[in-house]
Every structure is written in C-alpha cells, then in structure tokens.
C-alpha cells in the first residue's frame, strides 16, 4: 500500500517567524493540470507593514557587521540550499517545471549566492573613492546601505530571481521584504527555511506571498522604507509604485530587465547604496587651508 | 560689563571705513533668452524685473519663457544633441576648458554682478561662488575623454537633452554644478535659473558665446515656476536635475514618474551641527558661524541645528555670541560685510514668519543689536537657545541665518537626535578623538559630513543626500552617473 504524504503547510516568513496571514486569507495555487498544490497565504497590507519593523532593527545591525561576515553569511546560504536541492526540484516540477529546467533553476540559485558572497566584501573598493580637493582636506566618499528595502520578485524565475535580490540586498547591508513570485510562491517559502536555518539575522529577509495589485503601493508609499524595487515587466505598475514612492523620497529602481533573464553586476548593490562623503582638515602649517 | 572690556567688544567705535567693490558691470536693461546660440524675445512678450535686494533697485527686466519657448529651446538643443554627443570627448573637453577660463579671467565682474542681483556678500562671490563654479567647469572639462574609465565594466553613453532647473543661493555655482557634467558627458542642456536670480547664468551664456560653444549645446530660459514646469513636463527632455525645496521636488517626482525620464534631486536640509567638550572651541565656534551665517543661512546644507555637549555649553554660547557679534551686516558689495541681503522680500517674510513662531513657543531668541539699512531685505544674525526637538525651528528648512541650539550628554542620544529629521543632506562634527569622528560620521544620515570643519565643497567631492534631501549626487566621480546611461 503506497504511504500518505504528509502534505507541507505553507505560511508567511516576517521577522525570523513563519506566521499566518493576520487576515486569515488564502489562495489556492493550482499545478499546471489544475491540481491542488497548495494553500497559500494571501499577505495583507497589515502584514506588509509587520515586516517593516523587524527589517528596520536587523538592517541597523547587519550592516554593523564586517563585510567579511556578511561574505560568509551569503556562503552559507549556498551551503543551505545545495543540501536542500532535491525539494527545491521537486516544488519546481510541481509547478510545470521539467526536471531539466528545475535542476537549472536551483544550480542557478546557488550560483547567483556564491558570486554575490563574494561581492559582499569587494564593491565598497570599486564605488569608493578619495577626493583630491583642492584645499588643506582629506575626503573620501564612501558607499551606506540604503536600509530598508521591498522588492516584487521577478515571475518567471522564482527561486533564482528571489536568490538574485536577497544577495544583492544583503551583500550591501541592506534589509529585504520581497513579495514572491505570484505564479511559484511555496518555493519562496521553502527559501525561508533556507534563510532560517544560515545564520541570517531574524527580521533581515522578510517573504510574503500575495498579489501584488493589492501590496505594491503599500510598498511604495511606507514612510520607513529606504528603497523599492520592481522586478517585473508591467510598466503601469510600476508607474504607480514610482509615483508613491515620492511621499518620503524613497529611491525607486524598476528593474524589469530581471523578468526573464537574471544577469550579475555589482552595480544592482550600488543602486542600493548611498554616497556619503567626509571631510576633515588635514593640519599643514604653511597652507591657507586653516581659515574658515 | 565694565567700561574696559567694552572696548574689547567688536563692532563698538571701531567702525570700518566702507570698502566697496568697485569694478564697474554693465546691466543691459532688458534681456533676451538664451536660445540655439542666439539672444531671442520670449513669444509671451512678458518680462518681469530683477532687483537688487540691498537697495530694492531694478536692476534689468528678464524674459518670462513660455511653453513656446521652452519647446524651442529644447528642440534646439535636441538638434544640438546630434553632433555636441559625437564630437570626441577631447573636442568637447576643449571647449568646457575655454569656458573655464574665461570664467577666471572674468571672475570679477561675475562675483561683482552676483551679489548685486543675490544680495551676497562680495567676500563670499569673490572667494567661494566664483572661483568654485570656474573649477567645476575646469575638473569636468577632463572627464569628457575620459569617461570609460569612471565605470568600470559598463559602456557610458550620453542621455540627451537635460532640463536643469536651479535655485537662488548660489546661482552661478549652481548653474556650474549642472552644466559642466551635462555638457562634459556629451549632453545638451536647457536649463532655467530662479527668478530672482537669473542675470550671472545670462551672462554665462555669454561666456559660452565667447568660448565658441556650438549652438545649442546650452540654452538658457528664464522664468518662474511654470516655465520650470513646462521643462519637466517637456517630452523632449530625457534628463532633469533640479536643486531647491523638497516640496517642489516631490511635485516634481510624480509627475516625472513612469515617463523613464532620468532625475536627480538636491533638496532641503535641517543639518545636525555637533559640538563635544572635546572639541577645540574657539575653531567650533567659527565652524557654527561659518555653518549657518555663510550667505545669510540661505545654503540648503547649513549648519541650522548646531548640538553642544552640556557641559560646554555656556563656553560655546559666550563665544558664539560674541563672534556674532563682530559679524558685520550691511553692503553686500563692500569687502568687509561678512552679513549681506536676504534675497527676495518673500525669503524675508518666511525668515520672519519663524522668527515669530520661535517667539510664540517661547524659546529664547539672542539676535545682534544694531539696527538694519532702510531699503533692501535684512535679518540680523540670529539663534534660539534649548530648542526642543519638536519645536519647529528645529524641524524644519527656515533657509536664513536662524540658528536652533539644543544640547545633548551623550554620543547616542546625539545620534538619535541629529538622525530625527527626513532631512539628510549635511551634518558637522566637533571633537578632537578620532575615533569619535568615525563613530559620528558612519551614524550620521547625512551625504556630507564635516568634521572639525564645515561649508567645504570642491568638484571632486560628491554632494548630495540621504532621505528626503533628495538623491543622486553632484561632483566628482559619483556625479557623473547622473548624465550618462550607462550600459552592461
């Protein structure tokens, strides 16, 4: 007699827990024959705003920590995910996925993790710089994680392209709350176990699964949210989350070129980066440049 | 106070004798706009004047551009755009270099025209607005063939046509911060300085004459705010930068956003100025004036929340006061004024409004004695002392020389407090330990941080801010990205 699976539960991931939607609403995803996958919780605008607080407290912290460690955070994520392979495929097929495809999904995965590990200690050299002013000064310019920011996963890759934003987020101290992809969500909260279970602060990464009519002008419009970003290919969307983002200056990135084809630049961690530029009097005897 | 140190008091009995600058300007009476490299009426027919805010003077009528106009400007210099953009960038270095010094050997009559149509003082024209925007042409004349080489692994490739849209601080400077990396990345330029301000940018465009600038490249039209926003709205227009209030800012966002129009924003500040018992006070304390009595306070990045250490905070406020003291407010062209005009009569009411509203939630109010001259827009030197942080002098953009001194005991609670604004443009640092100025200046939520100085700028250091200062950043290497697409 063949054995009864044990059918997995799938919730939300905000604050290092794996809560319920507070509005109690789910959605059922549907395989590509129509078959039950799965109950998924539809997040709510409440839940959005949930995750804005543990992600405001881990960011500050995170981004306290040395770049080195950060490196071997996002390694470790790696390390978490090739274990775990097996059930990300098989969550892949479920979703119309061929074997082929989501094998190289999840390698993909696990490639974008590795590369941007790597960054994690190496942009701050390439996007800073020592300024020759012209007066008695030293001044340098120096690149700041953003904050806090809220991404909407690309559709078309939903492991890789969830991967692709958390490692860009955390490898420039950055906190993320992403909507998951709409059409392959229970992948995303699997990831959650992943990120769970790599010594990634509880709070940094926050996943939601919902729809993103409802969520993104939320997204847009929160007043402690650094940063938004769009990775999907519906301009009118993101027309109107560039417009809500003016409320509090949020910077607003449209990142639609993802949606299809995940490519690796260190300039995705700078977009996510202030400038902050510092002076300081350098004490030259001789020079004019003690006057103010 | 005793007779004897009254004498060690400044300004009492040992008057200057007036300095005045003297090289003459010739003011044309009326002028024209900028456009496709020749001067041409505003269709609208309309001028408004142009005063001097020292004296209430005219000094010139300006045109007001319409939407005509602007659409003539910008299809002028989307035509420019076709060869400006193909010309080597060593072609295009030369002409930026020529402008460069021109700009020096006229620096005179620009810093002499400045303050009579801003109100500043003839120090601060003559040494730091000038000067500076000479430089900014000077260092970005060198990155135009040279602009592979800033953006390691990407292909930089000029945007179009920018619509600048500058205010009325620093009018020369600001219209230099714009222009030189627009034209230095193989942009074309349409740009509209404040309407107070606008006679230094026409006769810049003079200059540009001068240089032998290919027509088109830069277009100046003046105007007031809907002329600025027929250049937003314009689908000609595939950059736009603009420096001034965050209110206007956001009005500009929204109706840029979704149209793929790249922007940048320089917006308001309300900068933390922070004072430890450490600090070398007397240097402190020309720091705290230069921080927020530089041009009268009207400097987005000003010093206007200055932070002391409790238990110096009686040495800093006696010495303070008293190089305040010594300030000298008068005629912005005479070589001793440190304190020039407000500029407009409508900055005057705003600086007044806050002074009443400082008064009315009865904080204490330390402003210079010494009456102000009869014509022209003025406002004494002035500081309110133990500020609360909800107080609105220490909330928000008073834009004038307005001072809110709060105190703090420790470095935490000074963090907090300097962070609690959705401001994030500048802030200042005073203390002698190192490792105190790196603490402060990675928790500060500021694009620019002075420490044991303020007020500095130069064309190699970025500018710009955190928060609802605005985004992108002007000068040096990181300014660049703001006028190139830059592709993968």
């Known amino acids: ?292 | 106070m005793s007779k004897k140190s009254k004498n060690l008091e400044p300004n009492t009995g040992w008057d200057f004798d007036p300095a005045p600058e003297k090289v003459p300007v010739e003011i044309k009476a009326q002028y024209d706009l900028f456009i496709d490299g020749k001067w041409v009426k505003a269709t609208s027919k309309k001028f408004f004047n142009t005063i001097n805010p020292a004296t209430e003077e005219k000094l010139s009528e300006i045109s007001e551009a319409s939407e005509k106009d602007v659409d003539l400007a910008v299809k002028a210099a989307a035509k420019a755009f076709g060869s400006w953009s193909k010309l080597p960038g060593k072609e295009r270095a030369k002409y930026i270099y020529r402008i460069a010094r021109i700009l020096q050997e006229r620096a005179r009559e620009f810093a002499v025209l400045e303050t009579m149509d801003g109100g500043k003082p003839i120090r601060e024209s003559r040494d730091v607005d000038v000067p500076l925007a000479a430089a900014h042409f000077f260092y970005h004349a060198g990155w135009a063939d040279k602009l592979e080489y800033a953006f390691p692994g990407l292909k930089p490739k000029p945007i179009g046509v920018a619509g600048q849209i500058i205010p009325w601080n620093f009018p020369l400077l600001m219209a230099a911060w714009k222009i030189a990396p627009a034209i230095a990345c193989g942009n074309t330029v349409v740009l509209k300085p404040a309407e107070t301000t606008s006679l230094t940018a026409l006769r810049l465009a003079e200059v540009f004459e001068e240089a032998g600038l290919p027509p088109g490249v830069v277009n100046i039209i003046t105007g007031a705010g809907s002329t600025g926003a027929a250049l937003v709205n314009h689908p000609g227009i595939q950059k736009i930068a603009f420096t001034g209030s965050t209110e206007v800012g956001k009005v500009i966002r929204r109706s840029v956003a979704g149209s793929g129009k790249k922007l940048t924003l320089e917006l308001g500040g309300k900068a933390a100025n922070i004072v430890f018992e450490d600090a070398a006070i007397d240097q402190a304390v020309e720091g705290i004036v230069n921080g927020i009595y530089f041009n009268q306070g009207h400097v987005c990045c000003a010093g206007s929340r200055l932070f002391v250490q409790e238990s110096v905070r009686e040495e800093v406020l006696q010495k303070l006061k008293f190089r305040m003291r010594s300030l000298i407010l008068g005629d912005p062209l005479d070589k001793n004024t440190d304190v020039g005009a407000i500029n407009s009569a409508e900055q005057l009411k705003t600086i007044q409004h806050y002074l009443s509203l400082g008064k009315k939630e009865g904080l204490e109010m330390y402003q210079n004695a010494g009456g102000t001259p009869k014509k022209g827009f003025w406002c004494q030197p002035t500081l309110f002392e133990d500020v609360a942080q909800s107080s609105v002098i220490a909330q928000e953009e008073i834009f004038g020389p307005v001072l809110a001194i709060q105190t703090f005991r420790t470095i935490d609670e000074v963090i907090q407090k300097a962070n609690n604004t959705p401001y994030g443009l500048s802030a200042g640092v005073w203390t002698d330990k190192g490792s105190k100025i790196f603490n402060l200046t990675s928790e500060l939520k500021a694009g620019v941080v002075w420490a044991n100085t303020y007020n500095k700028f130069d064309p190699t250091s970025p500018f710009g801010g955190y928060k609802e200062s605005g985004f992108g950043r002007e000068g040096g290497i990181h300014g660049l990205a703001a006028y190139l697409n830059l592709e993968g």
Request: contains cysteine; aromatic residues 10%.
């Open chain 1, 1 to 292: 007699m063949s054995r009864l699976e044990v059918a997995k539960t799938y919730k939300l991931y905000i604050g290092g827990k794996f809560p319920r939607t507070e509005s109690g609403r789910t959605y059922q995803l549907k395989g590509p024959k129509g078959e039950n996958i799965a109950n998924l919780c539809q997040a709510s605008r409440k839940d959005f705003r949930e995750s804005v607080i543990p992600a405001r407290k881990a960011q500050a912290s995170w981004a306290s920590k040395t770049a080195y460690n950060r490196s071997q955070v996002l390694y470790r994520l790696a390390e978490m995910l090739e274990g775990r392979k097996a059930q990300f495929v098989d969550e892949l097929k479920q979703s119309g996925f061929s074997l082929l495809e989501a094998k190289k999904e999840v390698e993909d995965s696990l490639e974008c993790l590795v590369h941007y590990a790597g960054w994690a200690d190496k942009y701050q050299q390439i996007f800073s710089s020592v300024n020759p002013v012209a007066s008695s000064h030293f001044n340098f310019s120096v690149c700041e994680p953003s904050g806090v920011v809220v991404a909407t996963a690309p559709l078309s890759n939903p492991l890789h392209g969830l991967c692709f934003l958390v490692s860009v987020c955390l490898a420039g101290g950055n906190s993320l709350i992403v909507l998951a992809s709409e059409k392959t969500p229970h992948v995303a909260i699997s990831f959650a176990e992943v990120v769970h279970t790599s010594d990634v602060p509880g709070g940094l990464v926050n996943i939601l699964t919902g729809f993103e009519d409802e969520l993104v002008e939320h997204f847009a419009s929160h007043m402690d949210v650094n940063a938004v970003i769009y990775a999907r290919n519906n301009s009118k969307v993101s027309q109107k989350m560039e417009l809500a983002s003016a409320d509090n200056m949020k910077r607003y990135f449209n990142w639609s070129d993802l949606e299809g084809k995940i490519k690796y630049s260190p300039y995705f961690i700078r977009d996510l980066q202030e400038v902050k530029t510092t002076w300081h009097p350098i004490e030259r005897i001789s020079s004019s440049g003690s006057g103010y």
